[in-house]
């Protein structure tokens, strides 16, 4: 079973900048996509934003322009740029896979454990 392991979450303020990251245990044999989502108090779990493994990136509404996704290709490990952040994006951030993880295997979404970003003065 695959792992992700996320890190960079953390309390900053207004206007600052945070970087999440989240590396998979292991290698993947065919990875389709990555994302973030994020749930905050009270509220369903939305998509943040998604890369594919051509690089092609989709991004929320309420994040473009202020985040940015990208993937390191030989070690499929994801960053999550995020400046201009704003208290609305406090929440916990999940790292997930769309993948087949070995051959053989059915294609299948993978999660982080999460990392709590809190935005505040």
């Known amino acids: 079973q695959m792992q992700l392991v996320e890190s960079g979450g953390g309390l900053v303020q207004p206007g600052g900048s945070l970087r999440l990251s989240c590396a998979p245990s292991?290698?993947?044999?065919?990875?389709?996509?990555m994302s973030w989502y994020r749930q905050a108090p009270g509220k369903q779990r939305e998509m943040v934003a998604t890369?594919?493994?051509?690089?092609?990136?989709t991004y929320a509404g309420s994040v473009k322009g202020r985040f940015t996704i990208s993937r390191v290709s030989a070690t499929n490990t994801m960053y999550l740029q995020m400046n201009g952040l704003k208290p609305e994006d406090t929440a916990v951030y999940y790292c997930?896979?769309?993948?087949?993880?070995?051959?053989?295997?059915?294609?299948?979404?993978?999660w982080g454990q999460g990392t709590q970003v809190s935005v505040s003065s």
């Open positions: 292991g290698s993947i044999f065919n990875l389709i996509t």
């Open positions: 890369i594919t493994s051509g690089g092609s990136t």
């Open positions: 997930n896979a769309r993948a087949v993880f070995r051959l053989g295997d059915y294609e299948d979404d993978y």
